[in-house]
């Protein structure tokens, strides 16, 4: 059959129409796709990529360093009882010495001749004594056959009993008089070592001052065992455990650790330090550590049931406080404020806010918001 050259014509055109129609949709659609994937690639980059890591339950048992004070289990300073010289002195610095023995001796010259005086008057009173005791008795008898009145009788019985009085007054003064004198022995008052002496031959004691005026002959202390005492910060208080040990590390003792037990506790915390005052007990049987001295106190204490160990890089600092950006199971931010209980230095431990397991962000952006979707760098 043949075309007329009208109808072929047409049919060109058709086809020309349809070749453009199929150019433009091709055109559209490619375009479309362009701005789409523009606006993908835009929404891409808009998509903040965080790095993180998982929060981790903090070790069970942490490691806690205060500073300790050791002190002598007695410690003493030892004043002269009675006024005199010192005689002499048989003990220094470094003696170790025995309850009881002999550290000095003073020179008392006139408690002495004061004691053998008052022993004088004794004497003489008891036989005034014993001279009214027997008037007495034989008046009492004279008594019994009308010899003598009652009122005479009264009167030498009365003397009598004065005169006794007077005895026994003699006699305390007497006492006292010995003592002082036995004083003038100056003894250990327990087992220890001599710490200091400040007396010499020939000086002047005057036991009558007041004792913050009087300077003492010698001190001493007992250093085995010796105390130990440390101020815990409140924080850490209620770990703390009835008989637990802790180590002891001083510098003058490279790489020894000496053990110490808990002995009691204040039991209150001190309102201008917030701390509480502990004290422990540290055998010294070779006495290698001396009083006064500096340690270095290794706690072991349980950490919190829930705590939470984070580097401070993950922390955000807002008016709201310290607060954490974590990521939720659809990648979306959800920022949680914490409780920081102790700070390390470079990580720092949560009490509360956050439980073991959660994705933390690390070194979050200021401005990273609630609700954020963001793409896990290593996730």
Avoid: C
């Amino acid at each position: 059959m043949r075309l007329f050259p009208k109808a072929k014509g047409k049919r060109k055109l058709i086809i020309m129409l349809s070749i453009f129609s199929i150019l433009l949709i091709i055109t559209i659609i490619s375009r479309i796709s362009s701005a789409m994937w523009l606006r993908y690639q835009v929404k891409e980059k808009v998509i903040r990529t965080v790095n993180t890591i998982t929060a981790k339950h903090a070790p069970w048992e942490e490691e806690v360093i205060l500073p300790g004070d050791l002190r002598a289990w007695h410690e003493a300073p030892i004043y002269a009882r009675s006024s005199g010289y010192v005689k002499n002195w048989y003990v220094d610095i470094g003696y170790r010495v025995e309850k009881g023995q002999l550290l000095a001796e003073i020179e008392t010259p006139e408690l002495d001749a004061a004691l053998r005086n008052a022993e004088a008057q004794l004497i003489a009173i008891e036989a005034k004594n014993k001279l009214a005791q027997s008037t007495a008795d034989r008046w009492l008898d004279l008594l019994k056959t009308k010899s003598v009145s009652q009122q005479e009788t009264d009167e030498k019985v009365d003397t009598a009993t004065a005169i006794e009085a007077e005895v026994i007054a003699q006699e305390a003064k007497r006492d006292k008089l010995k003592e002082l004198v036995g004083f003038g022995r100056v003894v250990a008052p327990f087992n220890g070592t001599i710490t200091a002496r400040r007396t010499d031959i020939g000086n002047l004691i005057n036991a009558g001052s007041k004792p913050d005026e009087q300077e003492p002959l010698f001190r001493i202390s007992q250093t085995d065992p010796l105390r130990l005492y440390v101020s815990i910060p409140q924080t850490y208080s209620s770990r703390l455990s009835a008989k637990m040990t802790v180590d002891l590390t001083f510098t003058e003792h490279p790489g020894q650790t000496f053990p110490a037990i808990l002995i009691k506790t204040a039991d209150g915390i001190n309102p201008v330090t917030r701390t509480l005052l502990a004290e422990f007990q540290v055998n010294n049987a070779k006495n290698e550590l001396l009083e006064g001295s500096y340690a270095q106190v290794h706690f072991r204490l349980p950490s919190y049931a829930n705590s939470i160990v984070l580097p401070v890089n993950a922390l955000l600092f807002r008016k709201e406080g310290l607060q954490v950006a974590t990521v939720t199971q659809h990648n979306r931010i959800a920022i949680k404020s914490v409780t920081v209980s102790r700070d390390f230095g470079l990580q720092v431990q949560i009490n509360s806010g956050i439980a073991q397991g959660t994705t933390i962000v690390l070194n979050p952006a200021d401005a990273i918001m609630n609700g954020e979707k963001v793409r896990l760098k290593n996730g």
